[in-house]
């Protein structure tokens, strides 16, 4: 199975920071690439896909980008609505994998 | 994006079965695959698996290959997740996610259901 290691697990960051979390996949993976926000007792909500695709409706201060087998999430300007866990997900290959997560919390 | 609406939360004892449902809006099921992934109480994500909507091709995550079935019903454009031999364990939020994909691509990003509690509990 392929591996989905983020970077930082957790992250404290103020309002207007700009933020970037790093998801390495163990192989190549080529641009199947996802990330999904989900808020405590919420469905996760899809905001990229094909590793920088923004998913309809998703602000733009979101966005994806790779090198190699890393990709980043960025966000560039924090909101408060952006608190949340985010998680990284390859799908170019069965089983589908996904990060183990990234808290971002307000400091 | 599109809606998914799932069944309701589940209680069932060590040893059963639960079925879990997942309507869609039944538009364009050619184009649709439905993925099931999971959370535990506290936990990340875990794929279970993905059936396509109108023809019921499925891939099962290994882990829960023999213990997993989903099928689709398109006559009202509902997906099932039936699971069995429930264990303690299996306890979790279950969600359904659709995708459209066209040449082998997505159009957009994954639409989720509310997800659905299934406790395993005697």
Redesign the interface.
Known sequence: DIQMTQSPSSLSASVGDRVTITCRASQDIGNYLAWFQQKPGKAPRSLIYATSSLQSGVPSRFGGAQSGTDFTLTISSLQPEDFAIYYCQQYNTYPLTFGQGTRVEIK | ?LQLEQSGAEVQKPGASVKVSCKTAGNNLINSYI?W?RQAPGQ????MG?INASGGRT?Y??RFRGRVTMTTDTSTGTVYMDLSSLGSEDTAVY?C?LVEVVGG??T????????TLVTVSS
Do not use: K, M, Y
């Not at chain 2, 957009?108 to 997800?115: C, L, P, T």
């Open positions: 994006q993925h992934v990340g994500l875990e794929w993905i891939a995550a290994r969600f996610a691509n997505p957009d990003g994954w639409s989720w259901g509310q997800g």
